[in-house]
């Protein structure tokens, strides 16, 4: 009996039904996919790392090293398991031809290291995760690269200079469990012994090395850190250990991961309204059958377990399918993933996680259901006998009139009459077109913030036209020097400064010595936005990132301990800064640097009004080779390239879901406004009033509430927006984000798709208004 009744409620009812079927299933697509999401990332990542065997420190040293002085140090360090030391080549961009590239290129921001394979640990895998074993004449390229420019298994990478000319087929792609990530500016190339020997003798690279170790305990890596910076290894680089690169490695899909969450979160929200919304209906469209029941003595408990199965049946098909679904577009939401990380086979306990993600909607629909439906028991059957309708309150205040209307039609003022009235009803729809339009804006304006030339001041790098980074190897000096110079003489330059970057040690919380990476030089010609305070301009005063700052829980005006040309010296906070670059662990202040201890050399270069840019970043890249010489728009594109890949596919993720909820949840509003307004509809049809006339009503409310629920979701993304994208990125070193808004997608495109999809929904949903006339109305 129970299935025949569902049976004619779905035939009867079948637009809600379905509509109530695609919502639940959307909401537990989202929240399979976001669950499956950071099991496979969290899955992965531990996995790459077993794999690739990571080391728990790494020092990079620009400069010839003592292997045998290393050795005997690890040795005799009880918490080290073992250790290597590997040689890495740089070889310039200019240097470098990728692909089909006819010529050697200029303008990258990446360092290019070419290397063999480790012979025990951080070892380089391939696209299946298998270590890589490349022959003579081969090379494997940095995942990186193959994403970047297209690059294929057979095609070429040939290094030119100097009368040295070597080409090498591609062979592989790897994944490298320290240099993965488009963030990181440095990326390893595995070449076969001999090529790396041939390479080694030409003369064209400049030697580095990595000094890695793994430990016996890697919880004593804060000891093991401290032993090695108060050693006399070398230390010409920066230090980093596996927890940053857990970190760095994250953060691409660590970021889209907690826009995801945001969504889900939001639609959530809106779930909760619209299943509210489809059971208001069905009792709307039910009321008198309920009314027939209790007056024939059934328990309002029965009543309600019949409509509880229905929607117990419906919760249960429609999150089978959302999971089901999920698993379809596993491949989108994980394709970096894939590509960058990897896939590793999940236990029993991982693969219940998108399950239970499903199952926990499915638990939160059955639970607002049995809240709801305890509305059964406020039903009078007498009420519901005679009037067929459930009533409403009263509405409170004045009420406009229509005679006193001088611009507004007749169908429209009786729209906004109705939506004065009834404000109670209509506010649920205008929460909803709030939390749409939030979805909606504030991943498009997060996505226009990062791709914003402003987005240096999350970096912790000064806007110019031109940056040049040169790195600290061989006759690097005399390169700066040449180079300063070169920008003194030139008449297109405005202004440029200098900031060296060095390693000096400081004096951490327990007393003990360690390295801090600070740029020194001159921070007041091109001006950082700072979140407190400003950048030091005396030899005395010292700027921290944000992360910084709170590890070592300094703020503007407390005391630092540096140690300068071999004496402690205590300096002041100056500023705070946001940093999401190297780590979010940097510094700035005004003190001498010795030059065996710069690391590297950066220029920012502001040109006179009219100079191309473009045509002058060419002419110094060929000029001031070794140099790196990029706009900021290109050093951005090559840094955060793969996050803006994967927030372009968050915003039309978002956008997609705003657009059907919002037309969901219309259809769902007009079909239960209809259902309680029959009788009124049919007197207004008795006395005049078209069908045309009617739906423009209808029509025009849900279009009124949209404006307004536009309006407030657009100041909330831009307020409440910024704060929860500031949050997610203070993990990172950014923790105020001011959004970078693309006036013509936040205020007209978009609103517009929204309006657009509420308009045909309302048409299509108003069709439901027939020729109601006084009979129809008696019978109701």
Known sequence: MLIRMLRRDWLRNKSISAALLVFIALSALLASSGANMIAELSNSLGALFAKSGV?????????????????????????????????????????????????????????????????????????????????????????????????????????????????????????????????????????????????????????????????????????????????????????????????????????????????????????????????????????????????????????????????????????????????????????????????????????LVPIAAAFFIFAIVVLFCMLTLRRFNRISAVEALRSGTAGEARPSGTKPSLHRSRTLSVPLFLAVKDIVGRFKMYRMLLFVFIISSFIMLVPINFFHTVQSPDFNNYMGIEKSDLRIDLQHAGSAEDDYERILGQLKNDSDVERYAAVLVGSFKTIGAEGALENMTVETGDFTTFQLEYLQG?????????????????????????????????????????????????????????????????????????????????????????????????????????????????????????????????????????????AKDAGQIAIMRSIGFSLRHLRIQYATRALIVLAVGIAVGTVLSNTAGQSVAGFAMSFMGAARIQFAIDPLQAYVLYPLLLLAAVSVTALVSLVSIRKMNISEMNAT
């Open 534 to 674: 400003a950048a030091p301009s005396r030899a005395d005063e010292i700027a921290l990132s944000y992360l910084n700052g709170q590890e070592m829980e300094k703020k503007v005006g407390d005391p630092i301990l540096l140690i300068v040309d071999g004496r402690e010296t205590t300096l002041k906070v100056s500023g705070i800064y946001q940093d999401v670059t190297n780590g979010g662990r940097t510094a700035k202040a005004a003190l001498p640097v010795r030059p065996e201890t710069v690391l590297r050399y950066e220029l920012a270069v502001d040109l006179k009004p009219g100079v191309d840019v473009a045509a002058k970043r060419e002419q110094y890249a060929q000029e001031m080779n070794p140099a790196k010489v990029t706009d900021l728009a290109g050093y951005m594109a090559q840094t955060f390239g793969n996050t803006i890949d994967q927030l372009r596919l968050v915003t039309r993720v978002a956008t997609a879901v705003a657009l059907l909820v919002s037309a969901l949840i219309t259809a769902l509003f007009l079909k239960m406004a209809v």
């Open 55 to 351: 080391p728990h420190y790494v020092q990079m040293h620009a400069g010839e090293v003592d292997r045998a002085y290393i050795d005997r140090w690890a040795r005799d360090n009880s918490l080290v398991r073992q250790h290597q030391t590997a040689e890495m080549i740089r070889i310039e961009d200019a240097h470098l031809a990728l692909g089909d590239k006819s010529t050697v290129g200029s303008g990258g921001v990446m360092d290019h290291y070419f290397v063999r394979q480790n012979p025990y640990f951080d070892l380089l895998l391939n696209l299946d995760s298998q270590v890589i074993q490349v022959k003579r004449g081969e090379v494997a390229v940095p995942i990186y690269y193959k994403q970047r420019d297209g690059l294929e298994i057979g095609d070429k990478v040939r290094i030119a200079a100097q009368g040295f000319d070597m080409e090498l087929t591609v062979s592989e792609f790897v994944r490298d469990v320290q240099m993965n990530p488009s963030i990181i500016h440095s990326k390893r190339f595995v070449v076969d012994e001999r090529d790396f020997a041939r390479l080694n003798g030409s003369g064209i690279g400049e030697r580095e090395y990595l000094i890695e170790f793994q430990l016996k305990d890697a919880a004593k890596l804060g000891e093991f850190r401290t032993a090695y910076e108060t050693s006399s290894l070398p230390k010409l680089g920066p230090a980093i250990d596996h927890t940053l690169f857990r970190t760095l490695n994250a953060l691409t899909d660590g970021l889209l991961a907690a826009v995801i969450l945001l969504v889900s979160f939001l639609i959530g929200a809106i779930a909760i309204l619209c299943l509210r919304f489809t059971i208001l209906a069905a009792i709307e469209e039910d009321y008198r059958e309920i009314g027939v029941m209790k007056a024939i003595g059934i328990a309002p408990k029965e009543i309600r377990k019949l409509y509880l199965l229905k929607y117990v049946m419906t919760a249960a098909i429609a999150s089978v399918i959302g999971y089901a679904t999920s698993l379809l577009l596993h491949p989108l939401f994980t394709r970096n993933i894939m590509l960058y990380i990897g896939t590793a086979p999940k236990g029993p306990a991982l693969q």
